[in-house]
């Protein structure tokens, strides 16, 4: 008889030495799963959260330092007024319910993007949840909202030229550190898999810098169907590869320093 996995501690067939530092999702098919029952898409969008909260719960669980979630990208703005307006209520509503929760459970949360043209009431409680969790440092939860990989890019070149016109930093030292920390994920690792659902394989503007040598998982699964087993799997195929970073030899999928 097979037995159940615990799914409150590490699956036994998974090494905690070669446990991901940083996992980056890009959570797709919300709307697919709403519309094959025959429900509206923001049904797909309210299992969606739930299915985040799991997963976050797994990481914490099993020692994965860090998560960075792409939750509403520059683009999707253009999608219909109504989804729009009820993905903003949702992450004001979400915020409000479970901070205390996320205080409790030792979660940093820190968003990515340009948050300036959010309802304000909801950039006010983004900054009270970012500075009431500060920290924390069980696991470091990173929601993108508002976000563009490209525009996080010009950003950091404009950051990094202003300060070589101040003087404050020398032409010759800009090189990919430099770069790298003008990121909004700094001072994160990069992501050492990244997760994306729904059976679509592209990286749709996320992360393009920090995901260069990232273990790149796509799954025909929907979102909202991405459980625990999901997860598990994912992780043992990120257990099987071997990462060389360039290099001929093999290098074991270790941890990052967070």
């Known amino acids: 008889m097979i037995q159940p996995i615990n799914y409150s501690t590490l699956p036994a067939d998974l090494h905690p030495e070669t446990i ?3 996992v980056a999702v890009i959570m797709d098919g919300n709307g697919r799963w709403a519309s094959q029952r025959g429900l509206p898409r923001v049904a797909g969008h309210r299992q969606g959260a739930k299915t985040v909260k799991e997963l976050l719960r797994c990481c914490k669980d099993w020692g994965i330092g860090a998560l960075t979630v792409y939750a509403f990208s520059t683009e999707n703005w253009q999608r219909p007024m109504a989804e729009v307006t009820f993905l903003l209520r949702l992450f004001d509503r979400l915020l409000r319910r479970e901070l205390a929760e996320m205080q409790r459970q030792g979660v940093r949360i820190q968003f990515l993007g340009d948050l300036s043209p959010l309802p304000e009431r909801l ?124 290099r001929l030899t093999a290098t074991p999928t270790a941890q990052g320093v967070l």
């Open 20 to 22: 991901p530092a940083h």
């Open 123 to 246: 950039q006010d409680l983004m900054q009270e949840a970012m500075a009431v969790t500060s920290r924390n440092q069980r696991v470091r939860f990173n929601v993108a909202v508002n976000y563009g990989g490209r525009q996080e890019l010009v950003n950091a070149a404009r950051a990094i030229a202003q300060q070589v016109v101040s003087g404050t930093l020398s032409l010759d030292a800009v090189n990919e550190t430099a770069l790298a920390c003008a990121l909004q994920t700094h001072p994160l690792p990069d992501p050492d898999l990244l997760i994306r659902t729904s059976g679509e394989q592209r990286l749709s503007n996320f992360l393009p810098w920090q995901l260069a040598y990232t273990e790149l998982y796509f799954t025909n699964l929907l979102w909202p169907d991405f459980d625990h087993a999901a997860f598990h799997q994912a992780l043992q195929w990120y257990q099987s590869r071997q990462r060389r970073f360039g």
